[in-house]
């Protein structure tokens, strides 16, 4: 059942951010076509529908990565399950199949409710600025042709999501059921040079056609097209080598937490759980990058419209309203974008940790207090935090301001300068301590709560 949840959140939470987006910018750009200064000019609604669909694939992205990591997660956790099924008769492909079944269920649910929630926050922000004064009444339709793209998309997505995820059903044998049911360690990691191979090449591929994208933007602004598909193809990347990355960077921020028994425990975990810990890792990197991006690309939005109404006032008169809107209506898709990231995490984390009763249950037979345990824990938290926000926010400024020099770059006829949010990195920072240390302390004090002997026979 909670594999069922999870996904149908992560899901419900990608339909309502695309067709909500899908939604709100319809609104924006009616309002434009109505407004008698922006009305003339078909730059800004070009703009804004780019925008619009570029939010919606890295939406549909990013909803099929954590979908996936759900998956890998829990089926993980339920190696020596499907390996006692395999030895019962079951085969994997029986058994793969029905994590599929679950994925598809999955999609259709939240995508329908994801759809119906996006649909209703665009109405309501409608009513509420055009109470307060921001929007006339211009008869918008919500029933639209376009919404039916994100619906399909989050099914098709989420279904294969949990096809991905669920592949390490093909390797699990019968006899994990007798034995132990072990992940990767850190060699067998680093000698699967077929996949560290391709992550490598995605990502060399990704990088050249963000180039490409930023050199093109010069000239129009569909160019951010191609960086979008830059930035998503080196993103995987990276997400395929996490396995071989993460773990050495998690290990060496580690050490900055002294030397003691569970700091060092927790620094040593990073490299022999290197799938179980960049798991973890990802789901914090993925929302912190995309809140950096947003963020970084929306603060050069407004640095250019600005510049450009100081050199042409009489053709931005006007726009300063407008730009308050637009401004206002992505920093709130901004938070809503980073809620399937961040249910990633707590999903994520929540799970590893209720996974390893036994393992805890074994420190604890070997002399570790629960207070030791509760703060090898937290320092695994800790030292996740730390090296996914420093990562997320560079990649996020690196794909935030490629995104913006491809999407703004005709305007200003030259390199744009990437509009730094210090507010929201300030936000980042607090919100992914909170964030990590709430979703880390609920199931380690359930954890911790299990006597020694009662862990040990956990299976």
Known sequence: ??????????????????????????????????????????????????LA????????????????????????????????????????????????????????????????????????????????GWFQEVGYSYLQPSLLFPLIAIVLTTWLASWVGSRRVLSVTPLQAIGGAQELSREEAVQRRGRNVLSLVLVILGAALLVLGMLLGLLSPVAVLIGVVGGILSFTGLVLGADVVMPPALRLVGRWFGRSAPARLAAENALRHPQRSSRATIGLVIGVTLITMFGVATASFADIIREQQRLQPEVYQGTEQMLTVVTGVFSVLIGFSALIAAVGLVNNLSLSVLQRTRELGLLRALGFSVRQVRRMILTESAQLTVTAIVLGLVLGTIYGWAGAQSLFGAITKGFVLPGVPWLIVGVIVVAGAALTAIASFTPTRRATRVTPIVALAVE
């Open 53 to 132: 669909w570029v939010f919606i694939l890295i939406a549909v992205y990013v909803g099929a990565v954590v979908t996936s990591n759900t998956f890998s997660t829990i089926v993980a956790g339920r190696a020596r399950e499907i390996a006692l099924l395999r030895l019962l008769g079951s085969t994997a492909r029986h058994q793969r199949l029905a994590i599929s079944r679950e994925g598809l269920v999955a999609g259709i649910a939240g995508a329908v409710a994801g759809a119906l929630v996006g649909s209703l926050l665009a109405f309501g922000l409608e009513r509420v600025s055009v109470a307060v």
């Open 1 to 50: 059942m909670r594999l069922r949840f999870s996904s149908v959140l992560v899901a419900g939470i990608s339909s309502a951010f695309g067709v909500g987006l899908l939604q709100v910018t319809g609104l924006l750009t009616a309002q434009i076509g109505a407004d008698d200064v922006t009305g003339s000019s078909s730059t800004v609604g070009l703009m804004l529908a780019i």
